[in-house]
């Protein structure tokens, strides 16, 4: 009776042991959110504090100046956009066609391999390696000493292409192969089953993807300091023969500046960023729902 | 009946992705007619271009002067770059520029190239920038250092870790360093002035690329030491105390005053722009030279650098002439 007790005793002592560290976990991890979501609120705070009272309709509309209070983000707001509107035109296809090849029509021999290990090392390297590379090859062979947009776009495309392959081969990797096998079973060849059945079902994955790696171009600046350099530029880019700046090289030098105004300015062209970010992600995750919502799932 | 609806949205879903595609390929092949249709357009309106780049130190400057000169002439395009005074020499002497930003003289090395490359150029004074050296607000015992006393500071392997090392009377304070990383100007020009070689320098101390790093941490350290370029310290001197420099006639410290008179000696430095003669010839860049001369001196000062004497811009836009 008395051993029955001191088992069921310690029992117990195991059980409380075991509710306890449970509920440490679960602590440590809410920590963890907060801890991350604090930051991010500070610095968001932070920025739109600093930066709102420069953010007006003169900001969007102007070039920059040496006075902050006259400065504007015309021009590096519109490069941006022709860099990565040009990068997504560049990327998508390749990016997406390599992925489907590799997975659906690549058999899986050494030497695919070797390319797959080989995109994926390419995904780490530094962002500035690649700025030189599109100097020598972009700016300087093709074409010849012009510091276009297309130079950039080009080299942007190259930076991210990666992720974009990466991404997309594993959205293609989700998709189970019970589908495929249907398909195939009703009589489909390669071409109809990755048109049909397996791109329908990984796009949502890849647009995630894709948009994640353009976030990323977006926000660089070593690449484009090194092909565009120009940080006061008073002009549109009108065609892809232009020469451009980015936001982030705008931002950059603004922040650099030893007059205080310039920090206001800076973060009102960090919040000018963030919306174009924010309103990216928002097509992505608009045409996520728009082909997940379907009615035959 | 349900196998022929699960058909159409089988068909309304093709039809989606095939728009899709067929929208993303045409607007890319738009996108590269444009590219090779803008090639020949762009190379029209060149003649209306100047082009600068280089020291990002010069930069405020050049976008100074080029933000004024476009009020009167709108016409005239003037993209300004930041590839810093070597990189914007490595363009400018292969004519892809017409002028160069420099904080520093061009190098034997760079103007060797330029020979080679048969591009002749005209080196230009705009303004002066006083290194400054700046300790917290909170240091009282520190007004003047002698150039040998910076040095055994700053020098390589340096070992001075406390006020009282740099003279006894100092008090028992810890010294801690900031200062310009090894890529900037700054970090050149000082370590040649005070250290007697360029780039030799001790490497324990905070370096950053942004001076305004450096700002914040000499004034949130006590014991704090750092320097950088002028403007950064005239725009904080409610922060900062600056340290007045004793080169061998007396302490002076930096000022719009003692830089331009030449008094603050050796901390201050001469910014310049090169200018290629070729594009020296156009009409628009001999305009926007002239009036960078004429108008460098206020402007300079606006940005938070020191004009020239009046004499000098003179003597250089005669000498163009």
Not at chain 1, 143 to 151: D, E, I, K, Y
Not at chain 1, 259 to 284: C, D, K, P, W
Not at chain 2, 118 to 123: D, K, L, S
Not at chain 2, 229 to 252: P, Q
């Amino acid at each position: 009776m008395n051993k029955l007790d001191s088992t069921s005793n310690q029992r117990q002592k195991i059980h409380a042991v075991r509710v306890m560290r449970d509920r440490i976990f679960v602590v440590a991890f809410v920590l963890a959110v907060v801890v991350g979501i604090a930051g991010l609120a500070a610095l968001l705070l932070d920025v739109l504090v600093d930066g709102l009272p420069f953010l007006d309709w003169h900001f969007m509309s102007s070039y920059a100046s040496r006075k902050a209070e006259q400065s504007g983000i015309l021009a590096p707001l519109a490069g941006t956009v022709w860099i990565v509107g040009m990068t997504a035109l560049l990327t998508i296809p390749i990016g997406v066609g390599t992925a489907i090849y590799l997975e659906e029509f690549a058999s899986k021999n050494r030497f695919n391999r070797l390319i797959e290990l080989n995109i994926a090392n390419l995904a780490g390297v530094p962002s500035v390696i690649y700025g030189l590379l599109g100097l020598a090859v972009f700016v300087q062979f093709l074409f010849n000493g012009s510091r276009n947009v297309t130079a950039g776009a080009l080299t942007m495309t190259l930076l991210i292409l990666p992720i974009v392959v990466i991404a997309s081969q594993e959205a293609i990797k989700a998709v189970p192969s019970s589908y495929r096998d249907a398909a195939y079973a009703m009589g489909a060849n390669r071409w109809q089953v990755v048109k049909a059945v397996v791109l329908p079902q990984a796009l949502p994955g890849m647009m995630s993807g894709i948009i994640l790696a353009l976030s990323r171009a977006i926000g660089e600046s070593a690449p484009i300091l090194i092909i565009s350099s120009l940080v006061w530029v008073t002009f549109v880019p009108t065609s892809p023969d232009s020469k451009f700046t980015v936001l982030p090289l705008q931002i950059f030098t603004w922040i650099s500046q030893p007059q205080h105004e310039f920090r206001g300015i800076a973060a009102a062209g960090i919040i000018v960023l963030l919306v174009v970010l924010l309103s990216m992600n928002g097509v992505a995750i608009w045409i996520r729902s728009k082909y997940q919502s379907r009615p035959d799932q | 009946m349900s196998q022929g609806a699960l058909n159409n949205v089988q068909k309304t879903e093709q039809r989606k992705l095939s728009k899709l595609a067929l929208t993303l390929i045409s607007v890319l092949i738009v996108a590269i007619i444009a590219a090779c249709g803008g090639g020949e357009s762009g190379s029209g309106n060149e003649s209306t271009e100047i082009t600068i780049d280089g020291s990002s130190t010069v930069f405020p400057i050049s976008q100074a002067v080029a933000e004024e000169f476009r009020r009167d002439h709108p016409e005239v395009q003037i993209p300004v770059g930041i590839s810093g005074t070597g990189g914007g020499f490595k363009r400018f002497v292969t004519g892809e520029t017409d002028i160069s930003d420099a904080s520093r003289p061009i190098k034997e090395s760079e103007a060797a190239l330029a020979a080679k490359n048969g591009i002749e150029y005209t080196e230009i004074t705009v303004a002066y920038d006083g290194l400054s050296i700046v300790l917290n607000r909170a240091n009282d015992f520190v007004t003047c250092l002698t150039i040998d006393e910076l040095k055994s500071i700053w020098e390589p392997n340096s070992s001075v870790s406390n006020w009282n090392q740099v003279r006894s009377s100092f008090p028992d304070k810890p010294l801690r360093l900031y200062g310009p990383d090894t890529d900037s100007g700054t970090f050149d020009y000082f370590t040649a002035e005070v250290n007697g070689e360029e780039d030799a320098s001790r490497s324990d101390y905070t370096a950053s690329s942004d001076d305004n790093v450096l700002v914040q941490g000499v004034s949130g350290d006590q014991g704090a030491m750092g320097y950088f370029g002028f403007a950064y310290y005239t725009e904080n001197a409610s922060l900062l105390n600056v340290l007045s420099v004793d080169g061998g006639a007396g302490c002076v410290e930096p000022s719009v005053q003692t830089i331009n008179d030449g008094s603050y000696n050796p901390l201050s430095r001469e910014m310049y722009i090169y200018v290629n003669n070729a594009s020296l010839e156009r009409p628009e860049v001999r305009d926007f030279i002239e009036f960078y001369l004429n108008n460098a001196g206020e402007l300079a000062e606006e940005v938070g650098y020191v004009g020239l004497p009046q004499a000098d811009y003179q003597a250089q836009i005669d000498a163009l002439n």
